[in-house]
């Protein structure tokens, strides 16, 4: 019918991106929805939807569904060459940092993540997630769901067919990140981990990558904030472009 659908589960509770296709095939793919939960006897609920869904839905007329904005789950979207240059007063202090880093690390360079790179970004993703562990030993699994699933990429780094970068200080990879072009103007950065004790790390693989990597494009998608507060605070210190919203809903 045209339409692709995408359903997950987590601890037996089925959720649901919205339907991919033409907004014409929005009614029939809904009745759809609608017709699969209910055999399967779980509430309907979507997840992550762009404006035009969220917006066909709040006029449903043969359903009536509750829609909100997820905030914690939009993605920020900066320009390249921003990102690059740091010009301006709203990134001075950015550019600061960065120029700090620089001054006190003269012989950190920038790496593109090739195989002899990956095992170092490892042993980084490593020193990271010990940073983690509670006093107890134990830890947020959500941090151990990222590391694992960080490794099952650098594990196949190439199969993914992705651009990583990495900062290499003292012959150790102190900050790396990966991404990949996600139309014809736009990369989106997965991944971007440095070492918090290594001051500048993170602002140097930040206008690294975009420099080296995607200069040619001319956006950069860094994705959510996720609703962590010190996320949120350091995506929009760089002062986004736009956020792109994001919406869920839930069938009444």
């Known amino acids: 019918d045209d339409v692709l659908y995408v359903a997950s589960e987590w601890k037996g509770i089925l959720s649901l991106l919205q339907p991919f296709c033409d907004p014409a095939h929005y009614p029939a793919a809904t009745k759809k929805l609608i017709a699969y939960f209910e055999e399967a006897g779980q509430p309907l609920h979507l997840y992550d939807m762009e404006r035009g869904y969220a917006d066909y839905l709040r006029s449903c007329d043969f359903a009536d569904f509750d829609v909100v904005a997820d905030r914690d789950n939009y993605d920020y979207v900066y320009l390249s060459e921003k990102l690059i240059s740091l010009a301006g007063r709203k990134l001075h202090s950015k550019k600061n940092h960065l120029n700090a880093f620089r001054k006190e690390h003269p012989e950190a360079e920038y790496l593109p993540i090739t195989e002899d ?136």
């Not at 993914?160 to 736009?186: C, H, K, P, Y």
């Not at 070492?195 to 001319?218: C, K, M």
């Open 117 to 252: 790179v990956v095992t170092q970004c490892k042993l980084e993703l490593n020193s990271w997630y010990k940073q983690h562990i509670r006093e107890d030993g134990t830890i947020d699994p959500f941090i151990e769901y990222e590391r694992t699933a960080i490794l099952e990429v650098l594990n196949d780094f190439d199969y993914f067919g992705l651009q990583g970068g990495a900062v290499r200080l003292g012959g150790r990879i102190v900050a790396f990140t990966f991404g990949e072009q996600l139309n014809t103007d736009t990369a989106v950065i997965h991944v971007e981990k440095a070492d918090p004790e290594v001051r500048g790390a993170y602002p140097a693989i930040n206008q690294g990558f975009v420099e080296h990597a995607w200069s040619h494009l001319t956006y950069i998608n860094r994705e959510e904030d996720m609703g962590i507060e010190g996320l949120r605070k350091a995506k929009e210190s760089y002062k986004p472009e736009k956020l792109i919203e994001k919406f869920n809903a839930r069938l009444r």
